[in-house]
């Protein structure tokens, strides 16, 4: 069976951060905490050896689940119409950031708060980790093109590899002068 993973990351006004926050950042802390889970991240920060599919089972979090779906959606309604950029990119049968965290390795995608992309961030933690931000993406010609061949290597021929690697940096820095928060998910629609 086939699928599509999308990675989201959308400004958020700082109401609708407020009214949604606290119930999305309770998903993110309790799926950081599964045991599990943390455990299989100390081992990938470790360095430690990862197959695509253990890779892919670290990357997929709480977002993504049927069952949270459909509060990401009312999330997203409160953001209104006028959000400005925003970004969506997505993979044939894998999660988005499971390109990005193969390519680019544990120490540097250290700097995407969250958990792998999914994410809930008032303006002023949106604005106070954008240089850590820019310094996930600050790679050099020869680096970034290293770094998005390992992502073709997990993600196959998607086409929004190009994404992942040059409009981050964009739709965070409109968000952090529009003075907007930033929601982010990976899910299966």
Not at 121 to 133: D, F, Q, S
Request: hydrophobic share 45%; with cysteine; aromatic share 8%.
């Amino acid at each position: 069976m086939s699928y599509s993973g999308m990675w989201f990351l959308v400004p958020a006004p700082a109401a609708a951060i407020e009214r949604h926050g606290p119930r999305l950042r309770a998903l993110l802390d309790g799926h950081a905490a599964e045991p599990g889970n943390a455990a299989l991240r100390r081992r990938w920060e470790r360095g430690e050896g990862f197959g695509a599919d253990e890779l892919e089972a670290l990357v997929s979090g709480p977002f993504g689940w049927d069952v949270n779906v459909n509060g990401l959606y009312d999330a997203w309604n409160d953001c209104g119409t006028e959000i400005g950029p925003a970004l969506c990119v997505s993979a044939r049968n894998r999660y988005p950031v499971l390109g990005l965290a193969h390519a680019l390795g544990p120490e540097r995608l250290a700097g995407l708060p969250g958990w792998f992309g999914d994410l809930v961030l008032t303006p002023e933690e949106v604005r106070a980790a954008l240089p850590a931000v820019e310094g996930v993406f600050d790679l050099d010609g020869t680096a970034r093109a290293a770094a998005k061949e390992r992502a073709y290597e997990v993600l196959g021929d998607s086409d929004d590899v190009p994404a992942l690697f040059d409009a981050v940096v964009p739709v965070w820095r409109a968000a952090v002068e529009a003075g907007r928060g930033m929601i982010g998910a990976q899910l299966i629609p």
